[in-house]
Antibody, heavy 120, light 112 residues
């Protein structure tokens, strides 16, 4: 059974750095082709791809947010960590992590999401 | 503004069929067969229902089907049911210098 779960602060202040952790089970990030990524969704708005890390450490970033994002992985702990700097109220959103399976260019399993509010 | 264009809303009656379009460019939808569709029910996380334009993951109803013509992909839901009520998002992998995923703006399906 494949599961992913996001964890981290629910409230951050403007200009602060957000750190979210995705803890997963049922698959290995060491498997060729597999990746784990982050997607966010502001209230009432569309999904937005942020970043993804592959089994070999290769990283992909949204061009518009690349300067603020960092993604890392710890395969021994089955965790992927998202760091986003200089948070702003417009970054208020539900943040999801999801798996990229080994053979398909899609995101097949998603976490339940964690809502982050940016406010002073 | 989302990278892929979807209609904001569609509606249909139980038993009917509806189609949702998703328009991109030659760098994404039109260039490769890596279009996915996600269903997001109220208060829930997105769920993959179509990948590689036409394929259904195990357990997804065959009432959901996908197709593509040029740079426009489509999701068809046949035999509409009230539980289909929700938001639907298309996505495409894009082989640009950044090579990542782009999403559509989402379509709200109302089953009347």
């Amino acid at each position: 059974q494949i599961t992913l779960k996001e964890s981290g602060p629910t409230l951050v202040k403007p200009t602060q750095t957000l750190t979210l952790t995705c803890t997963f089970s049922g698959f290995s990030l060491s498997t060729i082709g597999v990746g784990v990524g982050w997607i966010r969704q502001p209230p009432g708005k569309a999904l937005e791809f942020l970043t993804l890390i592959y089994y070999n450490g290769d990283q992909r970033y949204s061009p518009s947010l690349k300067n603020r994002l960092t993604i890392t992985s710890d395969t021994s702990k089955n965790q992927v960590v998202l760091t986003m700097t200089d948070m702003d109220p417009v970054d208020t959103a539900t943040y999801y992590c999801a798996r990229r399976p080994s053979s398909w260019y899609t995101l097949d399993f998603w976490g339940q999401g964690t809502f982050v509010t940016v406010s002073s | 503004q989302s990278a892929l264009t979807q209609p904001a809303s569609v509606s249909g009656s139980p038993g009917q069929s509806i189609t949702i379009s998703c328009t991109g460019t030659s760098s994404d939808v039109g260039g490769y067969n890596y279009v996915s569709w996600f269903q997001q029910l109220p208060g829930k996380a997105p769920k993959l229902i179509i990948y590689d334009v036409t394929k259904r993951p195990s357990g997804v109803s065959n009432r959901f089907s996908g197709s593509k013509s040029g740079s426009t992909a489509s999701l068809t839901i046949s035999g509409l049911q009230t539980e289909d009520d929700g938001d639907y998002y298309c996505s495409s992998y894009t082989f640009t210098s950044t090579s990542n995923w782009v999403f559509g703006g989402g379509t709200r399906l109302t089953v009347l």
